[in-house]
């Protein structure tokens, strides 16, 4: 097990930053100064997660908040679900679906085993929460979920800030569907600058697979103006966009549903991916996490 060390910056509270050394980089845990027991997690200065271990249903970045209005349209209020989670980081989706939707079974997906201890250590979660952890690759983990068996998966998987290819292709999502139940919900946080086209790209892959679909994201990144997040959400029955449209659009950084007819034209044409043609997402500009 790495060892951690501290920096000198402390929270109200008098947390102090931790360093530590994972797989995927240099983990930072940085106290939140107007959360007692709140952190960000970065890896390689690159935000990752925020979680507050006192009120897990707080969820601090947009893209957080989407897809928290995702679980929560998922299933009537406070229907146990059933889901994967892709990607852990901080684990920050599954400790807010295990308190929103108690008795819930979920399944994360990590490769970064260091990470996950780190976060088992520094970040505990509910010991009776129903969360069971794998660290392998995300599509291998996928691949060891039985058929129809989720509520709802997430993706939310990156390797120095860009999502790996094999996670960007039809037979990806193809598995996606397979471990979905009827009328489960596939959530994916994308993230893109100008020209857009990954996130371009992945809507028309995900319609390839998928008959419903919507895009939220901020009205600036949907333009093409920065770099930023997209959460897209898919599924073989008709999505809540009304409602998903009105939660999106009261958060405190009001987002943008894009669906139906204006979601196909927002592909301008784009082609699906498969893995012959499959590449990461783009890197984020430095200047983004500065």
Known sequence: MAKSKRRGRTDGGGSEAV??????GMAELIPDRERPHGWTLLIDGAPQSHVDLDDPTHLSFEY?????????????????????????????????IAATRPRSTQQIVELDAALVQLVRRKLPWDPNA???????????GLGKV???????????VFSGARTPAHLTSTEFLGEVRRVLKPGGYYAANLADGPPLAHIRA????????????????????????????????????????????????????????????????FTGGAAAVTDASAKPSPAPPPAVFR
Not at 65 to 80: C, F, S, T, V, W
């Open 202 to 265: 992945q809507v028309a892959t995900a319609a390839a697979v998928f008959p419903e679909l919507a895009l939220a994201a901020d009205p600036t990144v949907l333009r093409g103006r920065r770099f930023g997040n997209a959460v897209l959400l898919a599924s073989d029955v008709t999505l809540p966009v009304a409602e998903l449209t009105r939660r999106i659009a009261g958060d405190p950084h009001p987002g943008r549903v894009e669906h139906g007819r204006t979601l196909t034209d």
């Open 64 to 96: 957080q908040r989407r897809l928290g209005h995702i679980a929560d349209l998922a299933a009537p209020p406070g229907r146990p679900l059933q889901v994967v989670h892709l990607g852990g980081g901080a684990f920050t989706l599954a400790r807010y």
């Open 19 to 24: 360093l530590e050394q994972v797989d995927g």
């Open 130 to 140: 129903r969360i069971r952890v794998r660290s392998i690759d995300a599509r291998d």
């Open 146 to 156: 039985q058929d129809d068996w989720a509520d709802l998966v997430i993706a939310d």
